[in-house]
């Protein structure tokens, strides 16, 4: 059976940062497309940053670019997110997403597995 386990979150002063880990089972991480979508009280599910399968190819949103980055480690089965620089508007419950297809996308239609979700809240 597939699973997404999210880890990391937690409450952290704006400026600060957080590495979010996404756990898989049931599958390699490699040979899945990996993402992280964040879904922010009353606002619909974004896309933040993807891991293609293989290649390893990275995508960000344009709010996360330059703060963010993503990572996968093997050996461990498991994707990073490091978040830098955080800013109250990235405050969201943060799920990690997997789906079989090569292309670097965030569209949520495309994955069809899921994590329970982090929650990240970047506050003073």
């Known amino acids: 059976q597939l699973q997404l386990v999210e880890s990391g979150g937690g409450l952290v002063q704006p400026g600060g940062s957080l590495r979010l880990s996404c756990a898989a089972s049931g599958f390699t991480v490699d040979a899945y497309t990996i993402a992280w979508f964040r879904q922010a009280p009353g606002k619909e599910r974004e896309g933040v940053s993807c891991?293609?399968?293989?290649?390893?190819?990275?995508k960000y949103s344009d709010p996360v670019q330059g703060r963010f980055t993503i990572s996968r480690d093997n050996a461990k089965n498991t994707v990073y997110l490091q978040m830098n620089s955080l800013k109250p508007e990235d405050t969201a419950v943060y799920y990690c997403?997997?789906?079989?297809?090569?292309?670097?996308?965030?569209?949520?239609?495309?994955?069809?597995?899921w994590g329970q979700g982090t929650q990240v809240t970047v506050s003073s």
């Open positions: 891991i293609s399968r293989r290649v390893g190819g990275t």
């Open positions: 997403a997997a789906w079989t297809g090569y292309i670097v996308t965030m569209d949520p239609i495309r994955y069809n597995y």
